[in-house]
């Protein structure tokens, strides 16, 4: 695999994590109780798939 197509995938993947994290901030700021638990789920889940992402990019590219 090519340094070109990787840095693709990892793009994919960060803003793909990003609008997760997003999604789940904005559902987390819903009065709805059972809407905010689900959206807390998402941002922590986002936030756990940027973490991964980041950790994967610079294994590949250090």
Do not use: D, R, Y
């Amino acid at each position: 695999m090519t340094t070109q197509v990787t840095a693709k995938k990892f793009k994919l993947q960060k803003i793909k994590a990003t609008l997760m994290t997003l999604g789940g901030l904005l559902c987390f700021a819903f009065q709805n109780p059972l809407i905010g638990i689900v959206g807390g789920f998402l941002f922590l889940g986002g936030l756990v798939w940027l973490f991964v992402t980041a950790m994967q990019v610079w294994w590949h590219h250090a």
